[in-house]
C-alpha cells in the first residue's frame, strides 16, 4: 500500500513538474508610479521630449524558468499623437536645491531650468539600458531615461515618418495641454521559452492641468504621478 502512495506521489511530482517546463517563464511588468518629462536640447538646437520611468518585474514562474528583456519601451498617446520611446540609460534621478541667486549644475540629457526657478533635476547615469534577466520566483526593478524611437519606415512608404516619436518641446506642452491627459503604457521585449514577445503593462494616465503645463514650461522637467486607466477621471 505504502509502495502504490509513493508511486502515486512520484508521479504527481512529474506532473507538476511538466506542467512548469510547459509553462515557462511568467514574467510581469507593473505600471509606473511616477512618469518623469523633461526637454532635452539637442547639438542642432532641437528641444525634444525625454521620458524617464521606473520598470517594476516580477517572475512568477518557479526558479530556473527565467525570462530575458531584451529592450525596454515606453509610449505616451496625446490625444491621439502617439510617441514611442526605448530605454537609453539606466539613471538615478533626484531633485536639487537652487540657492537664491545661485545657477543650476549642467546634467547629461534634461535641460536645466529657467533662470530664477528654486530647483533642478538631477541624472545620475548607472549605465547602458541593456538585456537583462528577470530569475523564476523573483523580481527587477530600475530607473530608465527613454529616447524617442526611430519609425522603421518601410522602402517606398511615402506616408511613414521615420521621425514619427519625436516631438518638439513647444508643440508637446501645446498638446499636453490642449489633451488635458497622456495616456502611458509602459512595455518590454521579452525573451521566454524560444519566442519573443511584447509585455506591457497596464496603462496609467497623466492629468495635466494649466498649472503642471506652467511648471513644465519654467522648469524643463516634472515628475508627475500616473495614475491606474480605470481611476484617471
Not at 20 to 49: I, K, S, Y
Not at 75 to 102: F, K, M
Request: hydrophobic share 45%; charged share 15%.
Amino acid at each position: 500500500m505504502s509502495g502504490a502512495v509513493g508511486t502515486v506521489l512520484a508521479l504527481g511530482a512529474l506532473g507538476w513538474n511538466a506542467v512548469d517546463w510547459l509553462r515557462g517563464a511568467e514574467p510581469v511588468l507593473f505600471p509606473p508610479q511616477q512618469v518623469l518629462l523633461c526637454r532635452e536640447t539637442q547639438p542642432l538646437g532641437h528641444e525634444l521630449v525625454r521620458i524617464g520611468a521606473i520598470s517594476a518585474y516580477a517572475n512568477t514562474a518557479p526558479s530556473g524558468y527565467p525570462a530575458t528583456v531584451l529592450r525596454e519601451w515606453i509610449v505616451l498617446d496625446l490625444g491621439g499623437r502617439r510617441l514611442e520611446q526605448v530605454a537609453q540609460h539606466r539613471v538615478e534621478t533626484s531633485w536639487r536645491r537652487i540657492a537664491e541667486g545661485g545657477a543650476p549644475v549642467p546634467m547629461p540629457d534634461c535641460d536645466p531650468p529657467a533662470p530664477g526657478a528654486p530647483v533642478q533635476l538631477v541624472v545620475a547615469h548607472k549605465g547602458v539600458a541593456a538585456p537583462f534577466q528577470v530569475p523564476g520566483r523573483g523580481s527587477v526593478a530600475h530607473e530608465s531615461l527613454f529616447y524617442p524611437h526611430p519609425v522603421d519606415c518601410p522602402a517606398g512608404a511615402a506616408a511613414c515618418d521615420p521621425a514619427a516619436n519625436q516631438m518638439a518641446w513647444p508643440a508637446f506642452l501645446a498638446r499636453a495641454g490642449a489633451a488635458g491627459r497622456i495616456a502611458v503604457t509602459l512595455g518590454a521585449d521579452v525573451a521566454a521559452g524560444g519566442a519573443v514577445a511584447r509585455l506591457a503593462a497596464p496603462p496609467c494616465t497623466i492629468l495635466l492641468d494649466a498649472d503642471a503645463v506652467e511648471v513644465l514650461r519654467r522648469f524643463n522637467f516634472y515628475a508627475f504621478p500616473c495614475r491606474p486607466a480605470a481611476g484617471g477621471g
